[in-house]
């Protein structure tokens, strides 16, 4: 099993340029959550999803949308990157049961915005 | 509202000594506590977690840590540091609320060891 994958590693961007962050999981894990992580402050969530089709927001979630359309793949979208989402990206999953089970995250993306 | 305060942003320990990393929660009920260490390049791993019962908790690579409610505390501890166990460690407190689980992560400590 891969585990939890993420693409790309890193990324430049420049303000109002869009992108995708890409995350797949080949553990068959319903809940997926994006979260980023900036120096001096705790991961922090910013939308994650039940299941297929089934998505919400978490605690900073301007600025970015997300779907789910299968199981496996859960895509994070900046439509008009900004200097303020510069910062690491991870993706991670959940066991059923939820969130309060082990948690498997992926390597994150690092992204910077000029 | 929740929180997690890790208070030493760096610690430098000489290999073979024992560690301590510190965690304090606030939280009004019983928490869910968490450690999870996260090396350069990667995503955070799960080394233990508190969910009830026995307070002293055993995790992966000789990590424990013990749940004191009066301490409101959640301290990481490894007997003798072994050079590989350099990385970002990271405390985390879990509640639960009308069905919304929500996890909030401390800032990490991250650990050095020297030779």
Known sequence: NAG???????????????????????????????????????????????????????????GYNVSRSTTEDFPLRL??????Q??????????????F????????????VT | ??????????????????????CNYSYGATPYLFWYVQSP????QLLLKYFSGDTLVQGIKGFEAEFKRSQSSFNLRKPSVHWSDAAESVCAVGSSS????????????KLQVIP
């Open chain 1, 4 to 62: 939890v994958t993420q693409t790309p590693k890193f990324q430049v961007l420049k303000t109002g340029q869009s992108m995708t962050l890409q995350c797949a999981q080949d553990m068959n894990h319903e809940y997926m959550s994006w979260y980023r992580q900036d120096p001096g402050m705790g991961l922090r969530l910013i939308h994650y999803s039940v299941g297929a089709g089934i998505t919400d927001q978490g605690e900073v979630p301007n």
């Open chain 1, 79 to 84: 439509l008009s990157a900004a200097p303020s």
């Open chain 1, 86 to 99: 510069t910062s690491v990206y991870f993706c991670a999953t959940t066991p059923p049961g939820g969130r």
């Open chain 1, 101 to 112: 089970h082990e948690q498997y995250f992926g390597p994150g993306t690092r992204l910077t």
């Open chain 2, 1 to 22: 509202a929740q929180s997690v305060t890790q208070p030493d942003i760096h610690i430098t320990v000489s290999e073979g000594a024992s560690l301590e990393l510190r």
């Open chain 2, 41 to 44: 390049g990667q995503g955070l």
């Open chain 2, 98 to 109: 009308g069905g919304y689980q929500k996890v909030t992560f401390g800032i990490g400590t």
